[in-house]
Nanobody, 125 residues
Framework: VQLAESGGGLVQAGGSLRLSCSAS????????MGWFRQAPGKEREFVAAITRSEEIIDYADSVKGRFTISRDNAKNLVSLQMNSVKPEDTALYYC???????????????????WGQGTQVTVSS
C-alpha cells in the first residue's frame, strides 16, 4: 500500500493551496480517508476526514469553513483544498486511510491503517 501526498509548498497568508494524495495497493473506495498535520514541536492533529462515498465529512474546528476535503474513487485520489490559509496552518500534512467501520474514531490518528510520507505546507505572514 502506498499513499503519496503532493501539492505542498510556500504560500502567503490568505492564499490557497491544494493538496492531493494518490493511493495504490488498496481498495481505495473501501477506506475512510483523512488528513492530519503536524507542526514542529507539536503532536499530530486531525484536519479532516471523508467517508467512502463522501456522504459524511468532518473537519477540525480550526479549519472549518476554510478547508475542503474531497475524493475521487475512480482515480484513487483524495484532496484537501486549503483557502484563506494562516501562519498557524504551517505543518507537515499527511493523508491516511482508515478501514471501514471505525468512523466514530476518525479523529484518532493511532487507528489509521496506512499513512503517506507527508507534504510540507508553509504559510508566511
Amino acid at each position: 500500500v502506498q499513499l503519496a501526498e503532493s501539492g505542498g509548498g510556500l504560500v502567503q497568508a490568505g492564499g490557497s493551496l491544494r493538496l492531493s494524495c494518490s493511493a495504490s495497493g488498496l481498495t481505495f473506495s473501501a477506506y475512510v480517508m483523512g488528513w492530519f498535520r503536524q507542526a514542529p514541536g507539536k503532536e499530530r492533529e486531525f484536519v479532516a476526514a471523508i467517508t467512502r462515498s463522501e456522504e459524511i465529512i468532518d473537519y477540525a474546528d480550526s479549519v472549518k469553513g476554510r478547508f475542503t476535503i474531497s475524493r475521487d474513487n475512480a482515480k484513487n485520489l483524495v484532496s484537501l483544498q486549503m483557502n484563506s490559509v494562516k501562519p498557524e496552518d504551517t505543518a507537515l500534512y499527511y493523508c491516511a486511510a482508515l478501514a471501514a467501520g471505525r468512523w466514530s474514531r476518525r479523529r484518532w490518528d493511532q487507528i489509521y491503517d496506512y499513512w503517506g510520507q507527508g507534504t510540507q505546507v508553509t504559510v508566511s505572514s
